[in-house]
């Protein structure tokens, strides 16, 4: 992959170095001297990069793709088994330690401090001061949609003596208080910040960029988790800030990529990267930052790890039509699950790989993955344990030995969240055409059938109601292992309704014993996928939840503060639905 999207700055005799490093790639900028750094604009900032280094989230997201927290895939945890305990979630942080929440807030807290107090001018101080908000922000979003209010701390704290002790002891802000310092974080970032940066800055947090995390967080802040009396003001926020975001990136030149899938592996000008974190293909030490996804989602065989981030049969189910339908519901396209590949949304097959499918990898366009069953035994040199993979974002071109330094730029927030997250907020304050408006352009750009209504398999007319319910259904399908899943089921307090007493399932399918041609695993990269599911192959379902039906509690829509964080600081109370007396809702 191009590294044009990894800042590089040439540091000269200045700090001793000889030739340009790869800023983004170091890992200890944090330890070049201060007094040195905010003297010199450049300097100061590689100290802001470490920041973005600190911060940039690796793939998937704060929690990556995780597959035990939706029904994308599956994977066993106390989450889904309601054995959730106080200290289970520990991204709160209690350590002096610059890895976790607070840690890396004290360090954007000392760069903005420093900035300020240096000589540079105050344009670039302003610019430099507003990318390091962007981060503050970031970092308090992550912990209000676990927690509900946390202590906000927005200057250095002293770490010295038993009065700069006491004074460290905060008491938790309100939620409210929270989502208002996080607003004025990005405010400040949407202010200062350029639409667009050079080819040689691609990455950077943009002022498009700023918006659309606003009308991420605003969003949350609407949502039944935080708003369950429908507070009809934070809808409007949410659209107010969503419509921003969508009017300065579609100004910029941000818009939908011409392709679902090929999305992934433009880097520099990529009109849906909004907020992105850079990664490059170098396996040398100083500046190797390979993203891991790739090598651990692929089939095994086809690279050096392998074979996580299984679709669920549920998911696989979840895909709409050819015509935009849902399953049971297309006149058109009716559904049978022996042929389930066929006739349907044309992101099914940009996101699920399935027995039979044609999915060039290593070079091979004409590749396909097989994971039958003969005699009970997988033909596969490792199995499936559902009976899928995921193909979403797998560099094709990549060849086995390369597969580990895989360089796919992870996309946190796309054009496409823009337009849904516009899409919710409107169906919030009533507003159902411009709603259907983005639903619209997210399955034009899919490839759905348009219909002679033109409403790409939409129904007509919807209420507020089945517009919320068409909406999540559309972020599900176009964000599969994207890890959106899981928050937007959360903040919709859904997960009961949707996961509760129910178990995943996979399939495992069997070539017949009978009328399959003898020649089959010879010749069956040229047989018809219909004719060999009709003919050759019997599918059966199998349980993937084997030790409980999942048993999420209403609690976990607000984690517990760790006790570890309760017992370093006397002033901090412990969320109502874990036995204390704060009220996230506040």
Known sequence: MKLSH????????????????KVLDKTDLGSVNGNLIFKDS???????DYIYDQNLPNWG???????????????????????LVVNDVTDFGTALNATNNYGKIRVINMFINDVNSGPIAQATKNRLNAQALFFRAWRYFDLVRLYGGVPLVTKPLQAVGVEA??????????????????????????????????????????????????????????????????????????????????DLLVASGYGLHASFDQLWFQEVNNPEAVFLTGFNTSTGDQVRKNNGYDNSTRPSYTGTGGGSNQPSWEMVKAFPMKDGKKIGE????????????KNRDPRFDKTIAYNGANWPLNGNTSFKVWTYFVNNKTV???????????????????????????????????????????????????????????LKAIRKRAGIEA???????????????????????????????????????????????TLNGKRRTGVTINLNTTGVPADFATTRDNVDLDLAYSKYFTIVTKQLDTKYAIK???????????QSALDNNPKLIQNNTWGGGFDPLQ
């Open 6 to 21: 990894i800042f590089t700055l040439c540091i000269l005799a200045l700090l001793g170095l000889a030739s340009c490093e």
């Open 42 to 48: 450049i300097l100061a900032r590689m100290n802001l």
């Open 61 to 83: 997201g704060t929690w990556g793709t995780r597959p035990d927290l939706s029904d994308e895939s599956f994977g066993e945890s106390k989450f889904f088994e309601g054995t």
């Open 165 to 246: 002790r006491d004074l460290a002891f905060l008491p938790r802000n309100t939620t409210t208080e929270s989502y208002k310092q996080i607003v004025s974080d990005l405010d400040s970032a949407i202010l200062f910040l350029p639409g667009k940066w050079g080819s040689s800055d691609w990455g950077r947090i943009t002022k498009g960029a700023a918006a659309a995390l606003k009308g991420r967080v605003l969003l949350f802040a609407a949502s039944p988790q935080f708003n369950p009396s429908g507070d009809a003001a934070k809808w409007q926020a949410a659209y107010t800030a969503n419509k921003q975001a969508y």
């Open 330 to 341: 297309s006149t058109k396209y009716p559904y049978t699950d022996q042929l389930f590949y």
């Open 380 to 438: 596969e040199a490792r199995a499936s344990n559902t009976g899928f993979y995921t193909r979403k974002a797998i560099n094709p071109t990549v060849g086995v030995s390369d597969v580990q330094f895989s360089g796919t730029d992870w996309i946190e927030i796309r054009f496409a969240e823009v337009l849904l997250n516009l899409a919710e907020s409107a169906c919030g304050i009533n507003n159902l055409d411009e709603a259907y408006t983005q």
């Open 451 to 497: 219909g002679s209504d033109g409403m790409y398999g939409l129904k007509a007319n919807m209420s507020r109601d089945e517009m919320f319910e068409a909406i999540l259904f559309e972020r599900q399908i176009e964000f599969a292992f994207e890890g959106k899943r899981f928050w937007d089921l959360r903040r919709w307090k859904l997960i009961e309704k």
């Open 552 to 562: 999420w509690k209403p609690e976990y829509y607000f984690f517990a503060i760790p």
